[in-house]
């Protein structure tokens, strides 16, 4: 399988979502059972590859960027745009988009991906963690990159 870049249009690592994650190891059923949804249509390879997650699949910041013809927000000379901005403020782990194109905007790509994947590990076993994981599921350290959990509605 050819690796797809894990940075999402919006500037999400989409290699810190539990859905990636669990798609990526076979075991969809912990990312339903997490987020309370029937398996079918949750596996996801990342918002950059032809298999993407239902709630993503069909999303107005993939579009806006790609109809413009940039690989990612990071290349629009509008960003942030007043729809980033609101996007920003929806979940944790959307709040820190803007630095993250920004970062990415800096430092490119790959560069940014691999810190990334550094900075969603976890610094005592090396199992990767994803956004809402504030102590390890494998070893049971603090993960010290994971956000409380929002509110579930
Ligand atoms: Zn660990």
């Known amino acids: 399988?050819?690796?797809?870049?894990?940075?999402?249009?919006?500037?999400?690592?989409?290699?810190?979502?539990?859905?990636?994650?669990?798609?990526?190891?076979?075991?969809?059923?912990?990312?339903?059972?997490a987020f309370?949804?029937?398996?079918?249509?949750?596996?996801?390879?990342?918002?950059?590859?032809?298999?993407?997650t239902l709630a993503c699949g069909d999303c107005w910041y993939r579009d806006c960027p790609t109809g413009k013809g940039y690989s990612?927000?990071?290349d629009c000379p509008e960003m942030p745009c007043a729809a980033l901005r609101d996007l920003r403020t929806r979940r944790p782990h959307l709040a820190e988009l803007v630095d993250n194109l920004?970062?990415?905007?800096?430092?490119?790509?790959?560069?940014?991906?691999?810190?990334?994947?550094?900075r969603w590990t976890c610094p005592s076993c090396g199992?990767?963690?994803?956004?809402y994981e504030t102590t390890c599921s494998k070893c049971g350290a603090v993960t010290p990159t994971g956000f409380p959990p929002p509110e579930r509605h």
């Open 36 to 52: 309370g949804r029937p398996e079918e249509g949750l596996a996801c390879d990342g918002c950059r590859s032809s298999r993407v």
């Open 127 to 131: 199992k990767p963690t994803w956004w």
């Open 1 to 33: 399988m050819t690796q797809q870049r894990l940075d999402a249009f919006c500037g999400l690592y989409c290699g810190a979502c539990l859905i990636y994650q669990c798609t990526q190891n076979g075991d969809l059923a912990q990312a339903a059972a």
């Open 102 to 118: 920004q970062a990415l905007r800096a430092d490119g790509s790959a560069r940014w991906c691999a810190d990334q994947a550094k």
């Open 72 to 74: 990612s927000c990071a």
